[in-house]
């Protein structure tokens, strides 16, 4: 099997997952301790923890706290919910986990629109009174960077508060300096599934979501799991001390990519972007039979988390693409243990499936 689906999640580092197994160990060692405890046993636990936070902030501007999380999921209601603003502003390419959230908060929420491009006008207009504003720093369907610098800097002014989602972003791209919340989510960035985190800027008050023994400085109650705090930190580490090998090779398998595929037209900006996303479309296909007669490669058609639904891509229909040319793309995620000989096999195969249908 071939795996190009690296926004819907990315491969365990073998490095991420031998730094989880001490603290997956059973009685015979302190690996399963609660790192709440204040024993021998559970000290060490603690300790470990709070070497994973380091880690992990070591992705993220200076003068802010990281508040561990199931998830990005969590830590985006948290923000949103949990802000206690009740005007919102969001982009109209935002993941769900944002745009439901911020409807359950605000009905009336200011939507952003997007270019053609997918990208947010940086200056374009926030409402008067809006107290959050949320775009996130790399769109999860078509790779699109936004210009979240300034639309924060924008926000700041008006008094607003400024959310990144920096899911497909964090530990590949520089953090999105001026936010004063930014989501992150382990299994993004070659780390376990189950645990993610919310950077807030010193001084940003926040309430809990999770009530009980107030865990997390208070704002997340539960008992953290050290196994996977270590995975997630051991990945945040391998991104720092990857990343300019890992931005490399990127490179190298996106000029690969585009000549690979150059019959088909790019979804998104061609210059504002992250290069391991590949957003294509082509006139007439049929996605739904392609994923099947494509069975070798591991591919999508848009979010991990609206497939099967049968809708419309939102962010494909927000660049202003009809509902028949939005079933017609396929997303290609690749990373850091990608090939270059997986790029060209699995181009052979969509290519000879498409031809199979009569459309290339």
């Known amino acids: 099997m071939i795996y190009l689906d690296y926004q819907a999640t990315t491969p365990l ?31 060490a636990a603690a300790a470990a923890v709070e070497v994973a936070r380091a880690r992990v902030a070591a992705l993220l501007p200076p003068g802010g706290r990281v508040v561990f999380t199931s998830g990005a999921t969590e830590a985006l209601n948290l923000a949103i919910i949990g802000s206690g603003r009740k005007r919102l502003a969001v982009s109209a390419i935002e993941h769900a986990a944002v745009l439901d959230t911020a409807r359950f908060v605000d009905p009336d929420v200011t939507v952003l629109p997007v270019s053609g491009e997918g990208l947010v006008d940086a200056d374009g207009a926030i409402p008067e009174g809006t107290g959050l504003v949320a775009v ?11 210009p979240v610098e300034t639309i924060a800097a924008q926000a700041r002014a008006m008094g607003a508060l400024f959310l990144c989602d920096a899911v ?44 009980g023994g107030g865990q997390e400085g208070g704002l997340r109650s539960g008992t953290l799991s ?4 270590a995975g997630f930190g051991a990945a945040a580490a391998l991104c720092t001390s990857l990343g300019t090998s890992d931005a490399e090779h990127v490179e190298k398998l996106w000029t690969l990519a585009r000549s690979l595929f150059e019959d088909w037209t790019l979804n998104g900006s061609e210059t504002e972007r992250w290069h391991g996303n590949l957003n294509v479309r082509l006139p007439g296909l049929n996605v739904g039979r392609l994923l099947s007669e494509c069975r070798n490669v591991a591919f999508s058609a848009g979010s991990a988390c609206a497939s099967g639904s049968g809708r419309p891509s939102h962010v494909l229909r927000a660049l202003g693409l009809s509902d028949r040319d939005s079933k017609t793309a396929i997303r290609l995620g690749f990373g850091r243990y990608t090939g270059e000989e997986d790029l060209v096999q ?3 195969a969509i290519h000879a499936a498409a031809k199979v249908q009569g459309v290339l």
């Open 13 to 43: 580092a073998p490095e991420a997952r031998e730094a989880m197994m001490p603290w997956l160990a059973g009685p015979e060692t302190a690996g399963f301790a609660n790192p709440h405890s204040p024993h021998r046993y559970g000290r």
């Open 136 to 146: 996130m720093q790399v769109n999860n369907e078509i790779g699109t960077v936004q």
């Open 168 to 211: 497909q972003g964090a530990g590949k791209l520089a953090a999105p300096e001026g936010a004063d919340l930014i989501a992150l989510s382990s299994h993004k960035l070659y780390g376990p599934k189950g645990i993610g985190a919310l950077w807030v800027r010193d001084g940003v008050k926040l309430a809990p979501l999770i009530h």
């Open 226 to 229: 050290p196994a996977l705090c």
């Open 346 to 348: 699995a181009a052979a």
